[in-house]
């Protein structure tokens, strides 16, 4: 298993600033991710955080919006930038080595944009 | 497209009880399917994973099934307890190297005392 510290736990933020999350991972790992949990839904994959390269983003979700840094095998940040009060949700960070092996989640991050 | 599908989206049940929560998806090429227990505003627990070639697995009082020609899976909680209140996913992870798993919408579920 992988022990996953994700920073802050929690934020308020005002709208049109930017806040940036940082995943930490006691483990190597081949794959980090980043999700979305809006309020009342499911989790939505944001990107891949794919290590010295550029992230794979999902339809729908942008590098300028969600840029995201990878510089090792067990950190990961990922940035909410240019905040509106859409963006208030939960973001997760998850790891994993790919395959059928199973995939661990960080606490989350809980952002409410005012 | 994959597609993951629970119901009921809420239960409400007295403490003791056994119940069942179900999972479809709509392609079977997956790897795996993992179950997860959600707290109120906190992140995911891995409650169990059963791998594409099995039909189950069991943790202490949880017990998951998978038919994947079918397209099912169901979690099987025994002598459910007040605290196993909470929000339980089931995601399913797609053949491919991508790694993302593809979530179900949840099942809220509350044991009263």
């Known amino acids: 298993s992988a022990v996953i510290s994700q920073k802050p736990s929690r934020d308020i933020c005002q709208r049109g600033t930017s806040l940036t999350i940082q995943c930490q991972v006691d483990?190597?790992?081949?794959?980090m991710f980043w999700y979305r949990q809006q309020p009342g839904q499911s989790l939505t994959l944001i990107a891949t955080?794919?290590?010295?390269?550029?992230?794979?983003?999902e339809s729908g979700f942008v590098i300028d919006k969600f840029p995201i840094s990878r510089p090792n095998l067990t950190f990961s940040t990922l940035t909410v930038s240019n905040m509106s009060p859409e963006d208030s949700s939960i973001y997760l960070c998850?790891?994993?080595?790919?395959?059928?092996?199973?995939?661990?989640f960080g606490q989350g991050t809980r952002l409410t944009v005012v | 497209k994959q597609e993951v599908t629970q119901i009921p989206a809420a239960l409400s049940v007295p403490e003791g009880e056994n119940l069942v929560l179900n999972c479809s998806f709509t392609?079977?090429?997956?790897?795996?399917l993992q179950w997860f227990r959600q707290d109120p505003g906190k992140g995911l627990t891995s409650l169990l994973l059963?791998?594409?070639?099995?039909r189950e697995q069991t943790s202490g009082r949880l017990n998951a099934s998978l038919d994947k020609s079918s397209g099912r899976s169901t979690l099987y909680i025994a002598a459910s307890q007040p605290g196993d209140s909470a929000t339980y996913l089931c995601?399913?992870?797609?053949?491919?190297?991508?790694?993302?798993?593809?979530f179900g919408q949840g099942t809220t579920l509350q044991v009263k005392p």
């Open positions: 955080a794919n290590q010295g390269s550029e992230a794979t983003y």
């Open positions: 998850s790891v994993g080595q790919g395959g059928n092996t199973e995939a661990f």
């Open positions: 995601a399913v992870r797609p053949v491919g190297n991508t790694g993302k798993l593809i």
């Open positions: 392609d079977s090429a997956i790897y795996n």
């Open positions: 483990s190597q790992v081949t794959m």
């Open positions: 059963i791998q594409s070639s099995q």
